[in-house]
C-alpha cells in the first residue's frame, strides 16, 4: 500500500533529478522497481516544455493524495521550478476509468511534442493510458540508431514507431512497421515528419501480424527484426503462448549474419523465456546480450525490468 508518510522521499527524489534536467523527456522517479517502500505505485516523468507528468497505478487511499497534492506546491515554490521553465504538473489516475487525468498546476495541452536522444516525438496527454512513448526503451532505440546503418529493418507492434525514427536517423535503408492498431501508425508517420525523414523509406502495415505473414515477407529478407509486443493484448497475442509463433518464424525472416532485438516487459517473465525458446525454435540465432536499462529506471530485481535481448542469426 502506498505510504503518504513516504512521500518527502519521492519529492527529494523528483527534485534531485529535475535539478539536473535538460529539455529531454526522462523518467524522475520510478517507484514500479519498488526500491522506494511504500511509493511502489507511483512514477514521474519530466516531459520537457514545462511539464512534470506523475502517474499513480493503483488507487491510493485520500491522506495519499492530499499530502502529494502539498507536495507539489511545495516543490512549484522551491528554486528548482522556475529555473528549468515549469509550468505544468498533471496526475494520471491509472487504475481509474479512462485513465482519468488531473491537471494539479498550470494547464495541459492535449499534444506535446518531446526530446528523446536529439529525436522529436508527439504525446498525447489526458486522453489515453499510454501518452505514446514508452520510456523505459530508451536505450534500446538509441541500440538502433546506432547500427542501423544501410540494414533493412522490420518493426513489429510497432506502436508509435519510435524504433522506425530511431532507424532511419541511424541511417536504415528501409522499416517496415506493423500494428493493428492504425492510429498509433499514423502518429509514427507524424513523428517521422516531426523529423525531416523521408517516409519513402517507411512503411506502415495496419495489420493483425499472426494474418499477415504473406505481407510481411514481401518486403524481407531483413537485416534487423525487432519484436517489442504487449504482454497481452486481448484477442490477439498473450506472450507466453505467441511469442514462440513468431520466433519460429525468424529464420524465413532474417537475412544471415541479421539482428533481432527481442523484448519483454512483463515482470513475472524472465530472461530465460526469451533465450531458451530461440535456442529451442531458432538455434541458428545465437543469443549476443542483455541491453541495459536506463538507469533511471533502478529496479529491485533485474530480472522483472525489461528485457532487451539481442540475438544474431548465424546460419
Not at 528549468?84 to 488531473?102: K, S, W, Y
Not at 506493423?178 to 525531416?196: C, F, V
Request: charged share 25%.
Amino acid at each position: 500500500m502506498m505510504q503518504p508518510a513516504a512521500l518527502p522521499i519521492f519529492f527529494r527524489v523528483v527534485t534531485e533529478r529535475l535539478n539536473d534536467a535538460t529539455n529531454e523527456v526522462r523518467r524522475v522517479f520510478h517507484g514500479r522497481g519498488r526500491c522506494y517502500e511504500g511509493l511502489e505505485q507511483i512514477t514521474a516523468d519530466w516531459l520537457g516544455n514545462g511539464i512534470l507528468q506523475i502517474a499513480v497505478f493503483k488507487e491510493a487511499e485520500p491522506e495519499f493524495y492530499a499530502e502529494l497534492k502539498v507536495g507539489v506546491t511545495s516543490l512549484c515554490n522551491s528554486e528548482v521550478w522556475p529555473r528549468i521553465g515549469g509550468r505544468t504538473v498533471v496526475l494520471q489516475h491509472r487504475d481509474r476509468e479512462g485513465a482519468e487525468t488531473e491537471v494539479l498546476v498550470g494547464e495541459m495541452p492535449d499534444q506535446t511534442d518531446v526530446i528523446e536522444n536529439g529525436l522529436n516525438y508527439r504525446l498525447d496527454l489526458g486522453r489515453r493510458q499510454n501518452n505514446g512513448l514508452f520510456l523505459d526503451m530508451r536505450l534500446g532505440r538509441q541500440w538502433v540508431k546506432e547500427h542501423a546503418q544501410g540494414k533493412r529493418v522490420l518493426n513489429l507492434f510497432a506502436y508509435t514507431c519510435g524504433f522506425s525514427v530511431a532507424a532511419i536517423e541511424g541511417g536504415a535503408e528501409k522499416v517496415v512497421n506493423l500494428d493493428m492498431a492504425k492510429s498509433s501508425l499514423s502518429r509514427g508517420r507524424e513523428n517521422h515528419h516531426l523529423n525531416q525523414h523521408d517516409v519513402s523509406k517507411v512503411s506502415f502495415l495496419g495489420h493483425e501480424l499472426f494474418k499477415s505473414w504473406g505481407k510481411v515477407k514481401k518486403f524481407g529478407p531483413y537485416d534487423l527484426v525487432i519484436i517489442d509486443p504487449p504482454s497481452f493484448q486481448k484477442g490477439s497475442f498473450v506472450l507466453t503462448k505467441d511469442y514462440a509463433k513468431i520466433l519460429r518464424r525468424l529464420p524465413e525472416l532474417v537475412a544471415k549474419g541479421g539482428d533481432v532485438l527481442a523484448c519483454v516487459n512483463a515482470p513475472d517473465v524472465k530472461p530465460e523465456f526469451l533465450t531458451d525458446q530461440m535456442a529451442e525454435l531458432a538455434p541458428e540465432f545465437a543469443f549476443m546480450s542483455r541491453l541495459e536499462n536506463p538507469p533511471e529506471f533502478e529496479d529491485i530485481d533485474t530480472d522483472s525490468a525489461l528485457k532487451v535481448m539481442h540475438f544474431k542469426h548465424q546460419g
